[in-house]
């Protein structure tokens, strides 16, 4: 399973990790794709029932800067993973320090810290939007619980794994 190869201390094939992680930004580019063709298909006549005009202008703007975002992430993802594989020497400074100790563990607490301030930053949220709007505090309870859920879920299947 790929997460006991992501969580154990023995080390991975390098090469291969390089060449997935250019399938993902592959993927990136297409997500990117497909959001910026979804914009160009609606072509600004979202539902204007359902939305006013300015409204309609934003998400059509929104869809596009996010779709030309993904495709960049994804093309620089792919790039810098097809100079690893290129260089040799590039490649070994690039397992090394993603193999060593110490990147591994300040990665996992950088993924620690942010989980417990994202917790407390959608509770601030969701206290601050109920000035706002009732959605606003549904939207941010719904997004906590789904957090929730998900670091309950992931907690069982390590729990499993390790």
Do not use: H
Request: charged share 15%.
């Amino acid at each position: 399973m790929w997460l006991n190869q992501l969580m154990s201390g023995s080390p991975v094939d390098f090469e291969k990790r390089c060449r997935t992680r250019m399938k993902v930004g592959a993927g990136f580019v297409l997500l990117g794709a497909m959001t910026m063709g979804v914009t160009a298909l609606q072509g600004g006549s979202l539902p204007v029932r359902v939305l006013e005009a300015e409204a309609v202008e934003f998400m059509a703007e929104y869809y596009a800067v996010f779709g030309i975002a993904l495709i960049a992430a994804g093309g620089a993802l792919i790039v810098k993973n097809m100079r690893y594989l290129k260089n040799p020497e590039l490649l070994k400074k690039g397992q090394v320090a993603e193999d060593d100790e110490r990147n591994r563990l300040l990665g996992l607490r950088c993924w620690a810290y942010t989980g417990y301030a994202m917790f407390l930053v959608l509770y601030v949220g969701m206290l601050i939007g109920g000035f706002i709007s009732p959605t606003v505090v549904v939207v941010l309870q719904t997004v906590l619980a789904v957090y929730a859920l998900l670091l309950l879920v992931f907690r069982t299947i390590l729990a499993r794994c390790m």
